[in-house]
């Protein structure tokens, strides 16, 4: 069964910093872009960093210069390293994939979300 397993979620005080890591699991042929979301309380959910196949990052205004993405293709891993947090970051953190699985079928999988609360 294809899926994206979650981890490193947590509570941190500002300025600290947590690990995200988003593994894929099942018979994937190739890990396509991938990205971080993330849903704060009352808001709406936004993209936060995305990366290609080929190692190329954009992020969104709020978190750059904070936020690292990066991926582990032979791992079919993405991990999200946030630094200076912030409350705002406060968050439920998504992480998703565009791949092709072991049939050459191209999906978009989900994570199932990891709770990050930054108190200040």
């Known amino acids: 069964q294809l899926q994206l397993v979650e981890s490193g979620g947590g509570l941190v005080q500002a300025g600290g910093s947590l690990r995200l890591s988003c593994a894929a699991s099942?018979?994937?042929?190739?890990?396509?872009?991938m990205a971080w979301e993330r849903q704060g309380p009352g808001k709406q959910r936004e993209v936060v960093a995305t990366i290609t196949s080929g190692g190329s990052t954009s992020y969104a205004d709020s978190v750059k210069g904070r936020f690292t993405i990066s991926r582990d293709n032979a791992k079919n891993a993405v991990v999200l390293q946030m630094n200076s947090l912030k409350p705002e970051d406060t968050a439920v953190y998504y992480c998703n994939a565009d791949v092709f699985d072991y049939y050459y079928s191209r999906l978009r999988l989900w994570g199932q979300g990891t709770q990050v609360t930054v108190s200040s």
């Open positions: 099942g018979g994937i042929r190739r890990m396509n872009a």
